[in-house]
């Protein structure tokens, strides 16, 4: 009996854990003076519509991507104006492409804030990467 709920605990922490395992792109960037990584799983970037920039203009406008993080912000009440914003194709992915946008923030201890958008609105929040000392 003992060793039934081990097993027990043990298949309901693998089934919970499902998520970890599905396949993540890494998406490792130099935004102006700051590194960041962010994870997007290549289930949302199938999503995500593609897009050649010499034949049409992006499916999502740039508006459209700032009102995406605007709307995902809307829950932590931390606003911050738009400091910049890059489009920049996925990595393996030369179809997709997505945005940078940098948020200047007084809500966290970052100065800034660093958001992928894909190109279906979807918006995935970056880690910014600690600077090193000199």
Not at 100 to 112: D, V
């Amino acid at each position: 009996m003992k060793y039934s709920s081990w097993l027990y605990l043990a298949i309901v922490i693998c089934s919970t854990n499902v998520y970890a395992f599905e396949s993540k792109v890494e998406i490792f960037e130099q935004f102006d003076d700051l590194r960041m990584v962010a994870f997007v799983s290549e289930k949302d970037i199938a999503n995500s519509p593609e897009w050649n920039p010499d034949v049409s203009a992006p499916p999502l406008t740039v508006f459209q991507a700032i009102k995406a993080v605007r709307n995902f912000n809307s829950s932590s009440h931390s606003s911050g104006s738009v400091k910049e914003i890059e489009i920049r194709p996925m990595p393996k992915h030369a179809k997709h492409w997505h945005y940078l946008i940098k948020i200047k923030t007084k809500a966290t201890k970052n100065k800034y804030d660093i958001y992928v958008v894909l190109m279906n609105g979807k918006v995935i929040p970056a880690i910014i990467e600690p600077q090193t000392y000199k």
